[in-house]
């Protein structure tokens, strides 16, 4: 059994970048990836689907959608502010089918990340500290501050 496990499915449509881009139309697909990906892992390395966390990440570090499988120990790209369970975005589709076009998402960016200083000079934020907490909508441009420096 593998103790630091770390997999990745990646879609084959190009046309699919993040979160962002879901709809109810990409519900069958996400629970494919799913459950296919918990089958695979479990055949091949032995580990269990319930000892695996299935998320993605908003803002990912790539964008072509792509789906994380580790190990619940592993808690790598895991954290509240870039993690979002496939489960969830599953439900939340399912729940309302443009939930993440109307969504505002919060994520945290260090405030040395391009994405930052471009958003800060948009904006006119200043930073202080290492990082921030901002929230965005499919249809801003620009970010907000929503919580103090972490």
Do not use: W
């Not at 990340?113 to 500290?129: C, D, F, K, W």
Request: glycine content about 6%; overall charge positive.
């Amino acid at each position: 059994c593998v103790e630091d496990l770390y997999c990745l499915g990646i879609i084959k449509q190009r046309n699919i970048t993040t979160v962002r881009d879901l709809n109810q139309n990409h519900v069958p697909i996400l629970k494919s990836m799913k459950d296919e990906g918990l089958s695979m892992i479990e055949k091949v390395y032995g580990v269990s689907r319930d000892q695996i966390r299935v998320f993605v990440h908003y803002h990912p570090q790539f964008y072509h959608f792509h789906v994380h499988f580790t190990r619940l120990q592993n808690e790598i790209g895991a954290v509240v502010e870039r993690g979002h369970l496939v489960s969830d975005i599953i439900q939340n589709l399912e729940l309302d089918g443009d939930f993440y076009q109307k969504r505002t998402i919060s994520y945290k960016l260090k405030v040395s990340s391009p994405l930052y200083l471009m958003l800060q000079n948009s904006s006119g934020h200043n930073a202080t500290g290492n990082a921030k907490v901002l929230s965005t909508t499919k249809t801003t441009t620009t970010a907000t501050t929503t919580a103090t420096t972490t």
